[in-house]
């Protein structure tokens, strides 16, 4: 193939534009801001399991203080009962005695249940306030997760910015190069996985980096200004210029 020795150098320009394109796909790959909302998402998963958690044992304790305070009805209204007939004074001496002994083991009945809705109400109090703290650190854990997403969205953006910006620098070069070696340039770029030419720098393609060996130097040497000469060891169109040594 041969293509005018001026058009060969704008394969150099694509060749920039397309590295610039390769650094900035791959900065998006691994971009670390992404790590980071993976990390903020999978904390504040956390922290919202521990308020769950939280949430359902003060409901628990809850429900088992009021529990216990029916509990406590019951007895002191069956406790009343018996008060109001002692003091009707309607009740045989024999029932009397009864009602007596009863009074007596409900007071017990009650003191002991008050004792446990009592050690209950603490671990219910000590259940809300770590109800308090998880609230707290999920809400913390949400704001993290938010501001690693701002910087992800701002990291991302920049990027796209810097894609637009060079692929419209690198149509605007396509477009002086003719289709032949533009799509020759594209099929060896599509091997290399990053450009389709290179510089031929003090007898090194640019590409591969890889030094000439003398017949491939006389080769390039007695080419055609124009023709078009390709990299043995990586297949880029190689480029010359004053700078090739030849
Ligand atoms: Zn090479």
Redesign the pocket.
Known sequence: MKVDHFEQQKLLDLAAEDVALTQLAHRRRTLPEVAAVEAAEESERERSADVVRAETEAKDLTREVRRLESDVDTVRQRAARDQQRLDSGSATPKEMTGLQHEMESLARRQADLEDQELELMERLETAESALASAQQAVQEAREARERAEQRRDDALADIADGTARHETARAAIAEGISAPLLSLYDRIRAQTGSTGA?MLQARA?Q??R?ELNGRELAAVRNADPHEVVR?E????I?VRTAESGL
């Not at 060891?233 to 880029?236: A, F």
């Open positions: 290179a393609c590409g591969c890889i990299c060891n990586c297949g880029r190689l």
